[in-house]
């Protein structure tokens, strides 16, 4: 079963690039059972769906909410696959975590790492 | 979007007695839902997928039932890692737009 690691700074200036990584364990990342996506959870709006990429490369999906500020994108030379996330506001402060999909359920989650947005 | 309301907001329950969560969709998401538990400075875990199969190591105490827009999740024997808060999400919609519930509290009673 993958193991999945959340890494990135844990504070960013408003206006600027969120970046994280996940760094999943194993040779997973390139089977072909899963998707690996990104959810951040805020006490304001709960559990939120930010975007899924499908485990080629080839296909990402994002929340229609955030879509025009989300890239998700994979390197599986590393076992990795980053979020970045532009123009941030405090209402994007929250607790980022990675996982693992097999259809749309969140299989295996990370840790989970807390950014906070703020000058 | 499909907005998931989770019913009641906090549940009182005592251990060894049934827990019974209740999620709605506001249109059908047929049987893809997922139920999930958190605990304080955990990530949340994956308990129910196709809205009624238990994921790996998911005690048969656990269960899940509905179909279309109504959903229910029965924790029977309630004992004392279960009480914490319990999500459903929608991964029906498509172009993907998966959403979540408001998430359930299952407190000691």
């Known amino acids: 079963q993958p193991q999945l690691q959340e890494s990135g700074p844990g504070l960013v200036k408003p206006s600027e690039t969120l970046s994280l990584n996940c760094t999943v364990s194993g040779d997973y990342m390139t089977t072909s059972i899963h998707y690996w996506g990104w959810i951040r959870q805020s006490p304001g709006k709960g559990l939120e769906w930010i975007g899924s990429l499908h485990y080629s490369g080839s296909t990402t999906d994002y929340n229609p909410a955030l879509k025009s500020r989300v890239t998700i994108a994979a390197d599986t030379s590393k076992n990795q696959f980053s979020l970045k996330l532009k123009s941030v506001t405090a209402a994007d402060s929250a607790v980022y975590y990675c996982a693992s999909q097999l259809s749309g359920e969140f299989d295996h989650w990370g840790q989970g790492i807390l950014v906070i947005v703020s000058s | 979007e499909i907005v998931m309301t989770q019913s009641p907001a906090t549940l009182s329950v005592s251990p060894g007695e049934r827990a019974t969560l209740s999620c709605r969709a506001s249109?059908?998401?047929?049987?893809?839902l997922a139920w999930y538990q958190q605990k304080p400075g955990q990530a949340p875990r994956l308990l129910i997928y196709?809205?009624?199969t238990r994921a790996i190591g998911i005690p048969a105490r656990v269960s899940g039932s509905g179909s279309g827009t109504e959903f229910t999740l029965t924790i029977n024997s309630l004992q004392s890692e279960d009480f914490s808060i319990y999500y459903c999400?929608?991964?029906?919609?498509?172009?993907?737009?998966?959403?979540f519930g408001q998430g359930t509290k299952v407190e000691i009673k």
């Open positions: 999400q929608q991964y029906n919609s498509w172009p993907p737009a998966w959403t």
């Open positions: 249109q059908s998401v047929g049987t893809n």
């Open positions: 196709s809205a009624s």
